[in-house]
Structures are given as structure tokens and as C-alpha cells.
């Protein structure tokens, strides 16, 4: 099973993916931040080093895809190959920091790869506004990130929303301004384990994150997947999970 952390630079998605990780038990995919040899380069000249950065991400994360679709564990992952594809790269040409040249080369690129690959079985999205964004970024103290501009934030954070909204897969969107998970342990409590907390719904009922585990459990098609939660319930009314 293949659960994906999306959200903007200083969302929380490696604080909410190492949480639901310990939780559930799930083998946790992180994004490569610190041993990566571009991303230091690229805070201080994103020209030149956009679009290296970027095929090293893509290539980083097409392999972990294929790795994850070959596993018989759930994965859960921090970042996806989408975001790089459909936000990091599009802003990046957008304000001129990657030549049109790169973008089609990289663009041609990641739809070879993405033809060969799936998507996640539930992708989970922290909707974070500005100054949330910027309180993280300056709470973690990573000295590459200072450099961060707020108008390349707003930038993300417009692309964020223009992607999600079309989104096709089985998704939950957390509310990360109101949301404290990583202090607070009933908002964490509220994002694993209640569906009225939670923005995903398929044919207009709401799933938790540990309803959505049991699915997955029950090997159902996601036609038979009403039937299966009303289970899970009568299942955690009793704390049978």
C-alpha cells in the first residue's frame, strides 16, 4: 500500500509522515534533503541549477516509486513525483529560473516515467497557508532554506492548489494552519482517526486515514468499499482496531 505526504516547503510532511509511520507501523520514504548534492547550490543560484535539481528529484523518486510498487509493505512517502512535475518545475520556468529548453526536456521526461507508474493509494495533502509556511521554515533553521523568497512560496502554494483541485486519485486534505499535529496530540488524534476532520470522501463518505488502512486490509475494490467501512466502525466502536 502506497500512502504519499504532499504539501509546500514547510508544510510538515516529514513530521506527519515519521507520525503516521510510528503509528501505524508503516516503513516511512523520506524525501533525500540532506545528503543531496544540488539543493544548497540551488538556494543560491536557482538558474543555474534548476533544472539539475530537478532531474535529480525526479530520478531520486521514480526510483522510489518503482521500489515502492514492487513492496509488499505500506509505504508511507514524503513528497511525490507529481509535485516536482507539477509544481517545483512549472514555477520554476514560470519566473524564468529554467529555460524552455530544460522545462520540454524535463516535462518529456517525467510523462515517459509516469506512464509507467501508478498512483498512490491515497495521497494525503497539508494545505498550509504563507505564514504557517514561513514559521516552519524558520522553527527547523536550515541554513539553505533563509534564502527562501515569500513570492517563490505564494508561487508553490497557488500551483498547490490549481493541481489538487483536478486531482484524480483517493485523497485527504489537512487543514495545516489549524491543525498542529506535530504539538498537539488530539489534532493528531483528529487526522488519523476521524473522518469528519478530514477533507477525502469517495461517493460522499468520509474516510479516516485508520478507516482506510482496514480497507486496504480487506483486499476490496473500491466498489464494495461502503460496505467494508461500515465494518471498520462497528470494528472501532468496540476497539477492535
Known amino acids: 500500500m502506497h500512502i504519499a505526504i504532499a504539501g509546500n516547503i514547510g508544510s510538515g510532511k516529514t513530521t506527519l509522515t515519521k507520525m503516521l509511520a510510528k503509528r501505524y507501523g508503516w516503513k516511512a520514504n523520506f524525501e533525500p534533503v540532506d545528503n543531496n548534492p544540488?539543493?544548497?547550490?540551488?538556494y543560491k543560484d536557482m538558474e543555474r541549477w534548476?533544472?539539475?535539481?530537478?532531474?535529480?528529484f525526479l530520478n531520486k523518486r521514480f526510483h522510489d516509486v518503482v521500489e515502492i510498487s514492487r513492496s509488499e509493505q505500506t509505504i508511507v512517502q514524503d513528497r511525490t513525483i507529481f509535485e516536482d512535475a507539477r509544481i517545483f518545475a512549472p514555477n520554476l520556468h514560470d519566473i524564468g529560473m529554467m529555460s524552455d529548453r530544460d522545462f520540454k526536456n524535463y516535462t518529456d521526461l517525467f510523462d515517459l516515467m509516469?506512464?509507467?507508474?501508478?498512483?498512490?493509494?491515497?495521497?494525503?495533502?497539508?494545505?498550509?497557508?504563507?505564514?504557517t509556511l514561513v514559521k516552519h521554515i524558520?522553527?527547523?533553521?536550515?541554513?539553505?532554506?533563509?534564502?527562501?523568497?515569500i513570492d517563490y512560496l505564494q508561487g508553490l502554494n497557488n500551483r498547490y492548489e490549481e493541481w489538487i483541485k483536478d486531482y484524480k486519485g483517493r485523497l485527504i486534505i489537512i487543514d495545516g494552519?489549524?491543525?498542529?499535529?506535530?504539538?498537539?496530540?488530539?489534532?493528531?488524534?483528529?487526522i488519523s482517526s476521524t473522518p469528519n476532520c478530514l477533507a477525502y470522501s469517495n461517493n460522499s463518505l468520509a474516510y479516516s486515514?485508520?478507516?482506510?488502512?482496514?480497507?486496504?486490509?480487506?483486499?476490496?475494490?473500491v466498489r464494495h468499499w461502503r460496505m467494508c467501512i461500515h465494518y471498520s466502525r462497528i470494528h472501532a466502536r468496540y476497539n477492535l482496531f
Open 38 to 42: 544540488y539543493l544548497a547550490d540551488y
Open 50 to 56: 534548476s533544472f539539475n535539481l530537478q532531474i535529480y
Open 114 to 131: 509516469i506512464s509507467l507508474v501508478k498512483l498512490p493509494d491515497l495521497m494525503i495533502y497539508i494545505k498550509s497557508s504563507i505564514p
Open 138 to 149: 524558520e522553527k527547523r533553521g536550515r541554513d539553505f532554506e533563509k534564502s527562501i523568497r
Open 177 to 190: 494552519d489549524t491543525l498542529e499535529f506535530a504539538d498537539n496530540p488530539e489534532d493528531f488524534r483528529k
Open 209 to 221: 486515514i485508520t478507516e482506510i488502512t482496514y480497507i486496504r486490509q480487506c483486499r476490496m475494490p
